[in-house]
């Protein structure tokens, strides 16, 4: 079954500490992207990769950061930097980003707590 | 006036009743559509795309009126597991190149009763 996998599906996070999210698919899509999900607020997109070797900031990459080196896999790293990293992380896929039809599809999403 | 926005709800329906959403966008040069279905603590599931005047799919139909710039979804014959919340996103091109932005909705929280 072709689809998209996270882990792990809880994470806690110490103060200071970098951790890292999971995310992979095998799908074939070319485009990755990460969100970040909030009681009460929309999906904020936090760093989307078009191929791989190649990643953009979102609307809120500010204490986060990713790599692209393989096709099927572009990994999320929370870095102390991140002040209110509380959330819901959700990584998605597409077949390609410069398409408008192209729909994405979600894994199930890991939610990280801070201690 | 937010680039796009949903009803919250919730609506809460009887099993059977006809309910419809609303989701309005303020940019012009939105090109694509989609209703996602999200589930308490999962992930999103893509419900419907919508295209040019809408579509079907069972007992859900999404229209698409560009002149007012919104989307509905309809939803007739519900049932029990049709509780979720809805979202609306939508795909518009930020400039003369390729770049285009996803933006999504807070979602409108749907709830069908015995």
């Known amino acids: 079954d072709g689809g998209i996998t996270q882990s792990p599906k809880y994470l806690f996070r110490k103060e200071g500490q970098n951790v890292t999210l999971s995310c992979e698919q095998n799908?074939?899509?070319?485009?990755m992207y990460w969100y970040r999900q909030d009681p009460g607020q929309g999906l904020r997109l936090i760093y989307y990769?078009?191929?791989?070797?190649?990643?953009q900031k979102g609307d809120i990459a500010e204490g986060y950061s990713v790599s692209r080196e393989k096709k099927e896999s572009f990994p999320l790293t929370v870095t102390s930097a991140q002040k209110n990293p509380t959330a819901f992380y959700l990584c998605?896929?597409?077949?390609?980003?410069?398409?408008?039809?192209?729909?994405?599809?979600f894994g199930p999403g890991t939610r990280l707590l801070v201690l | 006036r937010k680039e796009v926005e949903q009803d919250p709800g919730p609506f809460n329906v009887p099993e059977g009743a006809t309910v419809a959403f609303n989701c309005t966008y303020s940019?012009?040069?939105?090109?694509?559509f989609f209703w996602y279905r999200q589930d308490c603590r999962k992930e999103p599931k893509l419900l419907m795309s919508?295209?040019?005047?809408?579509n079907e799919d069972g007992r859900f139909t999404a229209q698409l009126n560009r002149a007012s710039q919104y989307i509905s979804l309809l939803i007739r014959d519900s049932k029990l597991s049709d509780s979720a919340t809805y979202l609306c996103?939508?795909?518009?091109?930020?400039?003369?190149?390729?770049?285009?932005?996803?933006?999504w909705g807070l979602g409108t929280s749907l709830a069908v009763n015995p």
């Open positions: 799908l074939n899509h070319d485009a």
């Open positions: 919508v295209y040019s005047s809408g």
């Open positions: 998605a896929s597409s077949r390609r980003l410069t398409d408008t039809s192209e729909t994405q599809y």
């Open positions: 940019n012009s040069a939105s090109q694509s």
């Open positions: 996103v939508v795909n518009f091109r930020l400039n003369a190149g390729n770049n285009r932005k996803l933006i």
């Open positions: 990769s078009q191929i791989v070797n190649d990643f």
